[in-house]
């Protein structure tokens, strides 16, 4: 079955600064990888998601890069503002298989003004 | 339009009961999940389901089952809790599994 690892486990940045988040999964038919905001307190929310087909996807100051041969995609985060202080969650999923959408530890991003 | 919604937000169990945590959707998606989020240990699937009909189990299965009642609802029951089930439960659905999934509100379930 799917496994999704993430990295760091913590990251702190200056405000303006850049922040990168890295995963890795292990099963080779994943065609499908969302990233979910989790503010504290609250509810996981979508923020971009990218698939197989595609190599890099932007919105803003957030882009989603993938390598299906290493297996492993990264989230980025241009211009952080403190607004962006949240636990981040990548997930992958080989939805063609009937697949488990399955998720990554997390990463609790602070950012300092 | 409500989303997805959970029934308790909160529950305190003492180990051995058991309970039934409710999730309702009302957005006609077909997929529906159960993940329980401990800290430093992301969100964990338990049970989910692709379709009205069908279930399958997630990574963290034992202890706890789940019934499809229809499209829109999907409950986890626990049979006899355990404190190792002390967590915070989310429900989430999604059009398609490749899907957006959208979150229930969490239950904070705490068994002692």
């Known amino acids: 079955g799917e496994n999704v690892e993430q990295h760091p486990s913590t990251l702190s940045v200056q405000e303006g600064d850049s922040a990168v988040i890295k995963c890795t999964y292990s099963?080779?038919?994943?065609?499908?990888f969302p990233w979910y905001k989790q503010e504290l307190g609250k509810r996981p929310q979508l923020i971009i998601d990218?698939?197989?087909?595609?190599g890099e996807k932007k919105d803003q100051r957030i882009a989603v890069t993938l390598n299906k041969t290493a297996k492993h995609f990264s989230l980025h985060i241009t211009e952080t503002q403190p607004e962006d202080s949240a636990v981040y969650f990548c997930?992958?999923?080989?939805?063609?298989?009937?697949?488990?959408?399955?998720f990554g530890q997390g990463t609790e991003l602070s950012v300092k003004p | 339009n409500a989303g997805v919604t959970q029934t308790p937000k909160f529950q305190v169990l003492k180990t051995g009961q058991s309970m039934t945590l409710q999730c309702a959707q009302d957005?006609?998606?077909?997929?529906m999940y159960w993940y329980r989020q401990d800290p430093g240990m992301g969100l964990r699937l338990i049970y989910y389901?692709?379709?009205?009909?069908?279930?399958d189990k997630g990574e963290v299965p034992n202890g706890y089952n789940v019934s499809r009642l229809n499209k829109r609802e999907f409950s986890l029951r626990l049979e006899s809790a355990a404190p190792s089930q002390t967590s915070v439960y989310f429900c989430?659905?999604?059009?398609?599994?490749?899907?957006?999934?959208?979150f229930g509100q969490g239950t904070r379930l705490t068994v002692v």
């Open positions: 989430a659905s999604s059009l398609k599994l490749d899907g957006e999934a959208f």
């Open positions: 099963d080779s038919a994943s065609n499908y």
């Open positions: 990218i698939r197989s087909n595609v």
């Open positions: 997930a992958a999923i080989a939805y063609n298989q009937g697949g488990k959408l399955i």
């Open positions: 957005m006609n998606h077909n997929s």
């Open positions: 389901s692709a379709s009205e009909g069908t279930t």
